[in-house]
C-alpha cells in the first residue's frame, strides 16, 4: 500500500535518478506540466517512471485563469493529456493571469478582484475543471503592486470562486508572508480566514529581498531554504486546519538533492505530529 | 473596466507608467519586478534552449541577445519547451553577431535537437525487415521517417563545428568554417539522441522520404545531388542510425 502522501518536493530534472531512488515516507513529488507537454522522450520517461512510484501532482503556471478570455484549448487539451498519463493526485494552478491576445508573459499577473472577475474566472475553472473532468486547486500568487478597485480581499475572492465552481484552494504560505509584507497586511489574519475545508494543499518557499528596492520587496524568488517565519506561519496553519500534502517549492538555485530532502523532512515530521495529535 | 486592466497593466510593463492610473498611485515599484521577471523568463527559456550559442557566445552575450529577441518575438503559448524557433534567423540581423555568421546555423541545429528531444516515442525500423525486400519492392514503398529524425544542410561546415562544440569536449580554439557542403543527422531511436554529419546525398535521400517519395525515388535524388554517392552504404548507414520508423506501401 502506498503510504499516505505528506511532504513532497519540486521535481527537477537534475534530481530525477535520486528522486526515483529515493524511499522516504510520505514522498511525492510536484511538477511543472509545462515542462513535460512534449510528445516524447527522456523527459516524459522519467515522469512515467517516477509516477510509477510515487505519487504526483502537477502544478500549472501557463493556464491564465485570471486572464479576461477563456483559456487556450491547445494548452488545456495538452494538460489533459498528462493528466491520463500520470494520475495525479492533485491537479492545481494559480490565481492569476499570463495571457493576452494571443502573447503569453511568463509570470503571474495581478487583476483588480472584482465581481466581474469572479464570475470570468469562475467561467475559467469551469472550463479547466470540465475538460480534466476533475476537481482543481487554485493558489494565492505572490503580490508586488498595491491596485485599488478591489470588491473582495484576496482570500473572500478565492473561497466565493471555490464556493461557484467547486474547486478547492492551495496555500501558499511564502506568497502569504511576501504578499502581506509587500502590500502591508496581516499574514496571521489571511491564513486563519482561510476555510480548512477548502485547502487541499499547502507550498512552502524561500523568499529574498528585491535586488534594488531592499527589504521593502520580498520576492518569491522559489531559490532559497524556507524562511523561519514561513515555517512559523505553516505550524499555525495546519495547527488550525490539521494535515495538509505540503510541497517544498524549489526552482531556482537548486541545491542537491539530499538538501531539499532534509527541508522536506521538516515538514514531513510537522504533518505527521499533526496527524498523531488529531 | 476588466478588459482595459489587462492592456494597461502590459502597456504599464512596457513602459508606460501612467497607463495603470486608475488602479494605481504611479509610480509603482513594484511595475518593475513583474517587467524583471518576465523579462528573466524569457532569457532563461531561450539560454536554455541554445546552449551550443552559449557554449561560443557565453551566457551574459546570449542573455543580452535573448532579451532583445524577446522584446519582438515574444512567446505565444503557454509552454516555454519549444520557444526560440524564430530565434536562429533573428540572430542573422542582431548586428553584435554580424561577425559571427556561424552563429545563427549553431541555434539552427540546437532547435532541431530540441525537436528531437521532445518528439514522439516510437520504434525504430527493424533493418531484417527492408533486408528480405526483393529489389523492384524499393519503386512501390516509401521509407518513414522515424517521428525524432531530423536534419539540415549547410553550403559549409557547420554541422562539424556544432559537433566539436558539444560537451563534455573543450570547445575549439577558432571557429572556421570550409566551404564544403556539409548536414547533420539526428536521430532518437530510444531515448539518447545521436547525431552525425551526412553528405549532400544522404540529404536530399531523407528529404525525398520526408516528402513522401518511393524509396527508389530516394535513391535517384541522393544520386542526382551526389552522383558518387554510395547508395547501399549510405542507406544502411541511416538504416543502423535508426533515422526510419517504417516502411510504408505506395498506392
Known sequence: ?278 | MREAFHDRFLAAVAGDDAALAPWCETPQAGLSVYRNTMAKACADALVAQFPTVERVVGPAWLAAAATAHAAVSPPRQGSLLTYGAAFPDWLRRFPPAANLAFLPGLAQLDLLWTEAHLAADAAPLDPEAVAGLPPDAFGTHALVLHSATRFAGFDDTTPRLWQALQPPGEPPDAFELEPEPQGLLFVRPGLDIAHQTIGPGALAFLAACRDGDSAAAAAAAGLAAEPCLDLSATFARLLAAGAFAALRTLP
Open chain 1, 1 to 278: 500500500m502506498t503510504p499516505q502522501p505528506t511532504a513532497g518536493l519540486s521535481l527537477k530534472p537534475q534530481h530525477y535518478a535520486e528522486a526515483l531512488a529515493c524511499r522516504s515516507d510520505g514522498l511525492w513529488f510536484e511538477a511543472h506540466p509545462e515542462n513535460y507537454m512534449a510528445a516524447g522522450g527522456p523527459r516524459l520517461a522519467w515522469l512515467d517512471a517516477i509516477a510509477r512510484d510515487r505519487p504526483i501532482s502537477l502544478h500549472g503556471v501557463g493556464l491564465s485563469l485570471a486572464a479576461d478570455e477563456a483559456p487556450d484549448e491547445d494548452h488545456l487539451a495538452a494538460l489533459k493529456r498528462l493528466v491520463d498519463r500520470v494520475q495525479p493526485i492533485l491537479v492545481s494552478e494559480h490565481l492569476a493571469w499570463s495571457m493576452r491576445r494571443g502573447v503569453y508573459a511568463p509570470d503571474l499577473l495581478p487583476f483588480p478582484r472584482t465581481a466581474a472577475a469572479l464570475g470570468r474566472i469562475a467561467d475559467n475553472v469551469d472550463r479547466m475543471q470540465a475538460v480534466l473532468g476533475r476537481r482543481v486547486l487554485i493558489e494565492n500568487p505572490a503580490l508586488y503592486l498595491p491596485l485599488t478597485g478591489h470588491d473582495f480581499g484576496e482570500v473572500e475572492f478565492l473561497t466565493a470562486l471555490a464556493r461557484r465552481t467547486g474547486c478547492g484552494l492551495l496555500v501558499d504560505v511564502n506568497n502569504v508572508h511576501v504578499s502581506a509584507h509587500n502590500l502591508g497586511y496581516s499574514a496571521e489574519a489571511y491564513l486563519d480566514a482561510a476555510p480548512a475545508e477548502l485547502v487541499g494543499e499547502i507550498h512552502l518557499a524561500g523568499h529574498a529581498p528585491d535586488e534594488r528596492l531592499g527589504a521593502t520587496m520580498l520576492i518569491d524568488t522559489h531559490g532559497a531554504a524556507v524562511a523561519e517565519p514561513v515555517w512559523a506561519l505553516y505550524a499555525r496553519l495546519i495547527g488550525r486546519i490539521g494535515a495538509r500534502p505540503t510541497l517544498i517549492e524549489r526552482d531556482d538555485a537548486i541545491p542537491a538533492f539530499a538538501g531539499l530532502l532534509a527541508e522536506r523532512d521538516r515538514a514531513h515530521d510537522l504533518l505527521t505530529r499533526e496527524r498523531e495529535y488529531a
